[in-house]
């Protein structure tokens, strides 16, 4: 009897009690103990690490909110959008708008209602929200491609305003951000001068907890929402239009919704964006800033919450990472040296990783993961994990509805 | 009046330009169901290559061999990457060609660095007079070049075997396939006729009124998007339509500037995009594009 029962529960093999459903993790403690350690080191990080690291992280925190948030439309959805710094744009600028005070810097003359930037930052994502509001509409009557492009025109529209509306957005130029603050406690350099542990934590220290918080709000939210009704509804949404409208999905309704959503991240990515820079300029939005962002979603992983981070971390850190250690990465070379600048070697890599994935490993960073997570389980059993990661599976299933009875071609 | 007319031909030329761009985009959506992003840096490597080419060899074999150039980098991607992803889903490929763009646009922006690069076109910056119309000399051969090769292109799709078989494959890539036909050469095939569309397209936008070869060509291309999707993507007589729209409209935006100054300098540039999503709130596959007709 014993011998019968003893080889499941052996060891590393604590999961196979579910053989068929090995998608869905049994909760075990591990999973809890190593988010608690992940946690405690990024809360004492600041500690010990220097302001680099942390206005890197800043910056990557502020990348990952939006990631998310275009994950949600492109991977989960499959709602192919460039329009990503737009809706960045459309929050940054909100911000400093409402939270910035007006006056008069060099030649441009600003305006800005000076209320709290707690305030401005709210403004930010309900703004950034409303674009995409009015923009969806259109975005919930296009599918997928005719999206994308439709999306981009977007983009350098909002370029044509951030240059000449320049009482709100500063013009070419840009204008600066205002320190953010909550409840009278800025997260600037000093007022009050704050001690931790004999360490002096400063502007890149406070907005590192700030940027925590922010987006772990974010990925919880989206993956509570990843796993509720709706969510689902998105995902068949992908698959099939036709299968999601014969359950019951309103087709419009939930890809206005998604767009909204979707946007509403963007806002607030916006915001970060502005306070980790300081301030914002016509040229931090461009299409670039939009395909860097697909780029991260691709590399994480389409339509997983997790990815989308880890795609984040790695195309926001990469280049700082570059610049810093230019000296020491192969290939890279300085300003005025020889060899490639920090971002060219960035953007080859990016390039290159985004033709790699898609050709080899459609499911991304996440999906890498969780083939490792799966072999450790079952050594023995061998499958094709790669397809069955929600990116592909859509490759598969899709090729029949994508293509509904079409009538005569030019 | 003057001014009407002389931005109506400049809209025109500028628009047969930009129709041979969207060209390549519909010929490629409908042989590969690919939207190719990478069309904005093939146009520039055309205009590099030409623009480094012509010296040593003369403008037009340089020309020509710029234009084989762009022709057979996209028959590259095709053969490398996109071949392989056959069946793969639209925004898997859309996005595999953004990845493409990054690495050969960087790789461009790098050579040129900040300089403008100048092609020696024979027929220098002069212009062409009608009465008080003028247009360059650039544009004008552009427009007559543009029109045979869309001709041209007209004829070959509908006539020759290679149109045939591809108008099949994009009505119905399985049975076409049973037919016979080979999917993969029809879609190389049609991979490097836009390469070389958009080589020649690259070669008379460098010209004047443009100053000559810079990153900025790479914008300029993105431009046509709005042509190719205005028109339908796919549809080539919509390509062709959409073009000139576009490039009317971004004609008189930016000829009557003045005027339109409360809207800010440099609305030109932008007015491809209003139009198109314009357009699109109409009808959201384009002018001529084949609606997707869903039965349940």
Not at chain 1, 349 to 366: D, E, H, M
Not at chain 2, 206 to 222: C, E, F, R
């Amino acid at each position: 009897m014993s011998e019968t029962t003893a080889p499941p529960a052996q060891g590393p093999a604590r999961n196979v009690d579910r053989p068929a459903v090995a998608a869905a993790p049994r909760r075990s403690w591990l999973r809890p103990l190593l988010l608690v350690v992940a946690l405690v080191v990024m809360l004492a990080l600041p500690l010990y690490v220097e302001e680099f690291w942390l206005r890197t992280g800043f910056a990557v925190f502020g990348a990952i909110v939006g990631a998310i948030g275009l994950n949600l439309l492109v991977g989960t959805t499959g709602q192919l959008s460039l329009a990503h710094a737009f809706f960045l744009a459309v929050g940054a600028i909100s911000y400093v708008f409402v939270s910035g005070e007006s006056g008069g810097i060099g030649l441009a003359d600003l305006s800005g209602l000076g209320w709290p930037p707690l305030i401005g930052m709210i403004a930010g994502v309900l703004l950034a929200g409303l674009a995409g509001l009015i923009f969806s509409p259109i975005a919930a009557r296009l599918r997928g491609i005719y999206l994308g492009v439709a999306s981009l025109g977007l983009v350098f529209i909002g370029q044509h305003v951030l240059n000449s509306w320049t009482s709100v957005t500063g013009g070419f130029n840009g204008r600066s951000a205002p320190e953010f603050s909550l409840f009278g406690f800025t997260f600037g350099n000093t007022d009050p001068d704050l001690f931790v542990l004999g360490v002096p934590f400063r502007e890149a220290e406070r907005l590192w907890y700030l940027g925590l918080v922010l987006a772990l709000a974010a990925y919880l939210f989206a993956r509570n929402l990843l796993r509720s009704r709706p969510g689902r509804a998105l995902q068949t949404l992908r698959d099939s239009e036709v299968a999601a409208s014969v359950m019951g999905v309103n087709v419009q309704g939930y890809k206005a919704r998604v767009f909204l959503v979707s946007s509403m991240y963007a806002g607030l990515a916006g915001v970060m964006y502005a306070l980790s820079i300081g301030s914002v300029a016509p040229e931090s939005f461009g299409l670039e800033v939009s395909i860097l962002y697909l780029a991260m979603i691709v590399l994480g992983g389409l339509g997983s919450v997790g990815g989308a981070a880890l795609g984040a971390l790695f195309v926001t850190a990469l280049p700082l990472i570059f610049q810093r250690y230019a000296d020491v990465v192969p290939l890279v070379g300085g300003p005025g040296e020889g060899g490639l600048a920090a971002g060219e070697a960035a953007r080859y890599l990016f390039g290159l990783a985004i033709i790699l994935v898609v050709l080899f490993q459609p499911s991304g960073l996440a999906g890498l993961a969780a083939r490792f997570r799966r072999k450790g389980r079952d050594p023995g059993g061998v499958r094709p994990t790669g397809h069955s990661s929600a990116a592909t599976s859509s490759s598969t299933s899709n090729v029949p509805s994508d293509r509904p009875a079409q009538g005569s071609t030019t | 009046m003057t001014q009407f007319l002389s931005l109506l031909l400049n809209g025109i030329s500028l628009g047969a330009i930009y129709a041979l761009i969207a060209l390549g985009f519909v010929i490629i959506f409908k042989a590969s169901e690919v939207v190719s992003f990478t069309h904005g840096s093939l146009l520039l490597l055309g205009a590099y290559s030409i623009a480094r080419l012509s010296e040593p060899l003369g403008f037009f074999l340089g020309a020509v061999v710029g234009v084989a150039i762009t022709a057979l980098a996209a028959l590259a991607i095709e053969r490398l990457i996109i071949n392989r992803l056959r069946g793969a889903p639209v925004i898997s490929l859309a996005i595999v060609t953004i990845g493409v763009d990054i690495i050969l646009l960087t790789e461009l922006i790098r050579r040129i660095g900040s300089d403008i690069l100048n092609v020696p076109h024979p027929w220098g910056g002069g212009s062409f007079r009608i009465g008080d119309v003028g247009i360059s000399q650039n544009r004008l051969i552009a427009t007559i070049v543009a029109g045979v090769l869309i001709a041209l292109f007209f004829a070959a799709f509908k006539y020759s075997s290679w149109g045939v078989s591809m108008r099949a494959s994009a009505e119905d890539g399985e049975t076409a396939a049973l037919m016979g036909i080979r999917l993969g050469r029809v879609s190389a095939l049609a991979w490097v006729v836009a390469g070389a569309l958009a080589g020649v397209a690259a070669l008379f936008l460098v010209g004047s009124p443009t100053p000559g070869v810079s990153p900025t060509v790479y914008t300029v291309a993105l431009r046509a998007f709005p042509a190719a999707i205005l028109g339908g993507l796919d549809s080539t007589g919509g390509a062709l339509v959409g073009g000139l729209l576009i490039g009317m409209a971004e004609s008189f935006a930016a000829g009557y500037q003045d005027q339109l100054l409360f809207l800010g300098r440099g609305f030109g540039d932008v007015v491809p995009y209003i139009v198109m999503i314009a357009v699109l709130l109409v009808r959201p596959s384009g002018l001529f594009g084949t609606k997707e007709l869903t039965r349940v």
